[in-house]
Nanobody, 125 residues
Framework: QVQLVESGGGSVQAGGSLRLSCAAS????????MGWFRQAPGQEREFVAV????????RYTDSVKGRFTISRDNAESTVYLQMNTLKPEDTAVYYC??????????????????WGQGTQVTVSS
């Protein structure tokens, strides 16, 4: 079992920045690739970014490339999502998730076994 707790969400104006954190506890953090997903009202949960278990490789959805950066600190069992130049369309509940498929950099929800409770990000124009 892995427990994931997100923090760092909030309300910002367009062009602003936020840094999300996801603290993990339970099984060895480095056993998992870690991803961020988001879900806007009335929409399906979508992939945002993933980092492999080493922290050396990442993948992003096209809409956030160049604006968002995912990173992890295995010593602290924490994964981060730095979000810059935020846009109103980034408004969503953001979830972190853990996938046992190490090095797969999966963008598919079914690849992730554990999920946090989510943190709200609201970007106003």
């Amino acid at each position: 079992q892995v427990q994931l707790v997100e923090s760092g969400g909030g309300s910002v104006q367009a062009g602003g920045s936020l840094r999300l954190s996801c603290a993990a506890s339970g099984r060895t953090f480095s056993s998992y690739d870690m991803g961020w997903f988001r879900q806007a009202p009335g929409q399906e949960r979508e992939f945002v970014a993933v980092v492999d278990w080493t922290g050396g490789d990442m993948r992003y959805t096209d809409s956030v490339k160049g604006r968002f950066t995912i990173s992890r600190d295995n010593a602290e069992s924490t994964v981060y999502l730095q979000m810059n130049t935020l846009k109103p369309e980034d408004t969503a509940v953001y979830y972190c998730a853990a996938s046992p498929m190490r090095l797969a950099l999966s963008t598919i929800r079914a690849a992730y076994d554990y999920w946090g409770q989510g943190t709200q990000v609201t970007v106003s124009s």
